[in-house]
């Protein structure tokens, strides 16, 4: 095209199409700041505010149920094959068993877990895993409060009234290598959410969240004797690095420091709080998920086979706390800790007359 035959109106035109193509990857302004360190420093965190609107949405509790009494007859010693909330009151047993429904399967109801002719029965796969998703949630809010304190977390936190967590992972399928023209690609060059869209593995979730690989890859020292990483390694713990940013909807700088990432003194406390929920997340998939992984049905599994596992997103969902720190967790005390019926037993006196057996009684759960 000859540029002496565009007319002014034409030039503008296409200097719009330009501008829109090279910012149709960026988020127009305003935005919004906090700042969250010493000024002049780039502690800063910056917020868009029309994403902001389906994040606040996206992240707002439930109504809590009625308060229910603890006291009176225990769940266990009144329905049948209740292994892990037997401690519980009637009272505060129905009450979770509503939240529940309500948290996971709002549509179906109780028979998603469930055999209607049946509650005892434990046919149904759901059942089978609901039971070791209930430990596990106690299990996090029991022995793992350095990350989430004493908010804690329900089975809201990642279901948010779905069957299936909405944000969840699976092992990819190993590259086709073909006749190895195209050289291995380390799992790079092929933009996924995982990795924010970028060039970045796409596979982090593999070597952290569920295999122990060092994250670190900075020297501590001016030349890198001390330790040593390779570009792959690296450019995987920025694919890490880059998914907790957009699950919690941060900047790097809300754990970092800017005067140095590798740096431990001085920098933000949520760094520590960080570390201690990716400990969290490698011990809650290798414990809890991969064990399960013969209990789902194949259209649960991945293309590999393998069980739905959890990362930051998993219960984050854009927020930098799970529901913005709402204190579920008080309203369901039954989560709190691991107590099955057993341990229950365990710990009763036996100076008394024996409990009747449950055999007789109504069942559930």
Request: a positive charge; one cysteine or more.
């Amino acid at each position: 095209m000859n540029p002496k035959h565009i007319t002014s109106g034409r030039w503008l035109r296409l200097l719009a199409l330009g501008s829109l193509v090279l910012l149709s990857a960026c988020e127009r302004p305003p935005m919004d700041t906090v700042q969250t360190g010493y000024r002049g420093t780039g502690m800063v965190q910056v917020y868009n505010p029309r994403i902001m609107e389906g994040v606040i949405e996206a992240n707002q509790p439930p109504a809590p149920p009625p308060p229910a009494s603890p006291e009176g007859p225990k769940a266990g010693d009144v329905y049948q094959n209740v292994k892990v909330l037997g401690h519980l009151s009637v009272g505060d047993f129905t009450n979770l068993m509503a939240s529940m429904t309500n948290w996971v399967a709002p549509d179906k109801g109780c028979v998603y877990c469930h055999n209607a002719g049946n509650f005892a029965d434990d046919s149904l796969y759901t059942k089978l895993v609901a039971r070791d998703m209930i430990k596990m949630t106690q299990t996090i809010n029991a022995d793992w409060k350095n990350h989430v304190s004493t908010t804690g977390v329900t089975c809201f936190t990642c279901h948010r009234g779905e069957p299936v967590p909405k944000f969840v992972w699976f092992k990819p399928e190993p590259q086709k290598a073909g006749a190895d023209f195209i050289g291995n690609k380390m799992r790079q060059n092929t933009p996924g959410v995982s990795a924010g869209l970028s060039s970045l593995p796409y596979d982090a979730f593999s070597s952290y969240l569920l295999s122990k690989e060092p994250i670190r890859v900075a020297s501590t020292k001016a030349l890198p004797t001390d330790h040593t990483a390779s570009l792959a390694q690296t450019e995987k713990t920025y694919s890490l690095m880059t998914h907790m940013s957009a699950s919690l909807g941060v900047n790097c700088t809300f754990c970092h420091a800017t005067q140095s990432f590798g740096k431990w003194e001085g920098g933000p406390p949520q760094r520590v709080t960080a570390y201690h929920g990716i400990r969290m997340v490698q011990a809650l998939n290798n414990e809890h998920m991969v064990p399960l992984t013969d209990t789902f049905p194949a259209n649960r599994k991945g293309e590999l086979g393998d069980v739905a596992k959890l990362n930051c997103a998993t219960c984050h969902q854009g927020a930098y706390k799970p529901v913005f720190g709402a204190p579920m967790l008080k309203d369901s005390p039954g989560l709190a800790s691991l107590r099955t019926a057993f341990e229950k037993m365990a710990t009763a006196p036996t100076d008394g007359p024996a409990a009747a057996p449950a055999a007789a009684a109504p069942a559930t759960q």
